[in-house]
């Protein structure tokens, strides 16, 4: 999770790749008016966010029954509430959170013309965001400045942490 620019979908794929197992793009699923409104500079509000967030979980749960798990999601999740209706759907989930300089996200953003999300849309990702707390969402954040290995590799060191605490 995280905000655009941050690397979701790189991360997300190298790891299904690294776990041979499934990947969601959570962006395939928005629908045409949201798409419509943030290529216009509008911000997602709430209301435009709860079908979409139903469609992704609907789309990880069909990815669970052809893929083994861990499916890896590239969400933004912005917020606490929206984690939270993707866990009524789907279940606990590990959450982990990529973050960096707005410096550096606005030149991966600018760098990009594959996307719908234009760079005037980032600071109201940064005003949305409510940063995941370890405690509560079990959350990891990483430096989304680092190598894209080291980040796969902090990822997996963490979910195997994690399936090793949970069979103990």
Known sequence: MGVCGVGKTTVAKACGEQFCSGFVE??????????????????????????????V???VLAEQK????????ACSG???SYRDWLRRALGQMPVILLTAERGLLEGRMTERDDHFMPPELLGSQLEALEI???????????????????IVSIISNHLRQKETAAEN
């Open 26 to 55: 959570a962006d395939d699923y928005h629908p045409p008016e949201n798409i419509k409104a943030m290529r216009k500079g509008i911000p997602l509000t709430d209301e435009m966010r709860w079908g979409w967030l139903d469609r």
């Open 57 to 59: 979980a609907t789309a």
């Open 66 to 73: 052809t893929k083994p798990k861990p499916i890896f999601l």
């Open 78 to 80: 912005l917020k606490k």
């Open 132 to 150: 995941p707390e370890e405690r509560l969402e079990g959350a990891l954040h990483i430096d989304a400045g680092l190598p894209l290995r080291s």
